[in-house]
């Protein structure tokens, strides 16, 4: 199969999904992850009609974007160092792996004056130790009520990357405690703090994450095969 063969499943089964949920299609967009997989796969998904792609190391966007037409807009789903926020900022429309308020201000000290960066916030609601992810506990309210006021630094919602569980059911409270986290922060109404997008479910998982709310699903190898 093609990855237009590939992608149009997805699509398809992402439709079901917000059908089963009483979900809009459109309120659930797909990032296509595209990480070890070179440009020439991404631009067969440019092509099958595919805009948004994820990429989880900063050095190997900064390869490919060129590689891939304009029209392609790219996040960044994977850990970022300090010293590569700089070589991050103009590759991505969204930096959706910010996991400390540490990042997020040196985010919001490389923007030049006036420029935006929508970032979300990811929090590791496994609590695994080799996770990324702000820690799962009193201290996120309090994060992200700091976080909203760093300026050009616009936070637009929260990621996870669940524990892997072979049957996609045992992901499902992961994904209702991320839902959660998103219903306290608006319930708490944080200043410059904006809760439009859960960005959580992957290949194995992603319906299960869209029928608990996802608006973000990043789906690697469903779309391009093994890695
Ligand atoms: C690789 C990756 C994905 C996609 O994983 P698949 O199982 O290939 O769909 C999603 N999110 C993050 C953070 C990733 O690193």
């Known amino acids: 199969m093609s990855i237009a063969d590939h992608l149009a499943r997805v699509r398809e089964r992402m439709a079901r999904a917000c059908d089963r949920a009483g979900r809009d299609p459109a309120s659930v967009r797909l990032v296509a992850v595209s990480k070890t997989h070179p440009a020439e796969a991404v631009v067969e998904a440019v092509a099958a009609g595919q805009l948004l792609f994820g990429e989880n190391r900063v050095q190997e966007a900064r390869d490919k974007i060129p590689l891939v037409p304009e029209v392609a807009g790219w996040h960044l789903i994977g850990p970022l160092q300090s010293n590569k926020v700089k070589m991050a900022l103009p590759l991505f429309r969204m930096i959706e792996s910010v996991d400390s308020l540490e990042l997020a201000r040196e985010i919001g000290r490389r923007l030049s004056p006036g420029e935006e960066m929508p970032i979300l916030v990811q929090i590791n609601v496994g609590g695994e130790v080799q996770k990324h992810g702000l820690a799962d506990g009193g201290g996120v309210l309090e994060t992200l009520r700091a976080m909203g006021g760093i300026p050009g630094v616009r936070v637009r919602g929260l990621m996870t990357v669940p524990p892997y569980a072979s049957d996609p059911e045992g992901v499902r409270p992961y994904f209702r405690q991320l839902a959660d986290w998103a219903r306290r922060v608006r319930e ?40």
């Open 188 to 227: 708490a109404g944080m200043d410059g703090v904006e809760m439009a997008e859960l960005s959580m479910g992957m290949s194995h998982d992603f319906e299960v994450a869209i029928e608990e709310g996802a608006t973000l699903v990043r789906v690697g190898s469903a779309i391009f095969g093994a890695r």
